[in-house]
């Protein structure tokens, strides 16, 4: 059987190592890590979370926490990964970033059939099968090489991080622990959020702050180009001052216990790790130079004290146009032995991105054992990521998993949550009987 390589060790790359070396599959995994880094990362364990530690939903209503399912039944080594170093967040699935990519590490490195090589990729390789996973920030050189490859402009825009700060410099009398109307099956998830309260005229004061705050500017040859699913909070200030409080400072389903109403607005804290050591600003990606940052961020109640151990930040994120360029099962439309997978496809957030890493390495599977892939059902979620990718060529965007990349509900007329959870079961189902035709499962 031939050897696959594969170029980039994050979510997607990882993956798809781990998934065909399951099979029985000879894999070459090439990861600059730790000869060179990312200007977004800062430790040398594969599988790093650069961004949030958040895998986001985790109820069935929603169409990632479908995902994630789904990714459970078909054998997912990233969803085994965050399951055993989640962190409680309320109804959402979190992770110990250091424990999850340390445990990722382990496995890659532990696998007979897995070599890998630290190398700087400049170029395509000569090398087939070949999956190219090189993530968001993609080197320049390998960037413009398969740009030349495809006969298609790469295109850019910037991902946002969020700032970290330490538990211990958190005045915990000035905030309180909820999360959105108690969601969460324990009182531990009921409790995973800190909210840092605002009065109507805080509010007022700290977006004016905001808007008026020094920002990073981009270099002259950077096209700005903002998902919309992770805009810098400046971003979103500047659209109006009400714009935060329906957005990452929605106060709605959170009661104040010292005054039982809900506050003008929020900020909300998310644990790091699982001792609880520090914290993230959820949804407060920003490109606010660090001293305003410092400055501006110590104004949110309870952060006067603040130790920033992460401050926010913007960085490039590279990706092909899908629809044009791949086939839908991911490979190079003009190249039939180069894959694809994870944000460089346009894949938006840690979990689609491991989840097309796993498709890849069944697409790649399927192909060396001489048969042609059957795609999943259009109704789940991992059919929905390909539906995505095959999308709207003429002005194509990244996104994030979302029912409507699934076929459509044509059941009876049910409301928004009802609607979603059947879709669902119908997924599961769809899954279920695809995989027993169609899936080789691990050895």
Known sequence: MSQVTIIGAGLAGSEAALSL?????????????PAARTPAQSSDSLCELVCSNSFRGAALSNAVGLLK??????????????????VPAGGAL????????????????????IERHTEVVPAVPAARPLVIATGPLTGD???????????????????????????????????????RWDKGETEEEKAAYVNCPFDAEQYTAFVAAICAAEKVQPKSFEDVRYFEGCLPIEVMAERGERTLSFGP??????????????????VQLRKEDASGTAYNLVGFQSRMTWSEQARIFRTIPGLANAEFLRFGAVHRNTFVNAPRCLDTTMRLRD????????????????????????????????????REPVLPPATTAHGGLLTQLSRNEKDYQPSNITFSHLTPWEGDRLKKRAKY???????????SEWMA???TRAA
């Open 21 to 33: 070396a399951a099979r029985g599959v000879s894999v070459r995994l090439i990861e600059q890590k």
């Open 69 to 86: 399912e789904e990714m459970r039944r078909l054998g997912s080594f990233v969803m085994r990964a965050a399951d055993q170093t989640r």
């Open 94 to 113: 979190a992770v110990d970033r250091e424990q999850f990519a340390a445990l990722m590490t382990r496995w890659l490195d532990a696998s007979e059939r």
């Open 141 to 179: 050189a390998l960037a413009a090489d398969l740009a030349a490859l495809i006969g298609a402009e790469s295109l850019a825009y910037y991902d946002a991080i969020a700032p970290i700060v330490s538990a211990d410099s958190i005045d915990w009398d000035q905030v309180f622990i909820a999360s």
């Open 249 to 266: 400072m929605k106060p709605v389903g959170l009661t104040d216990p010292r005054t039982g109403r809900w506050p003008k607005a929020v």
């Open 335 to 370: 190249h039939a032995e180069i894959y694809l997978a994870g944000q460089i496809t346009g894949t938006e957030g840690y979990v689609e991105s491991a989840a097309g890493g796993w498709l890849v390495a069944h697409f790649l599977y399927e192909r060396l054992q001489g």
């Open 421 to 431: 959870e059947a879709m669902a079961e119908r997924a599961l189902k769809d899954l």
């Open 437 to 439: 035709a169609h899936v």
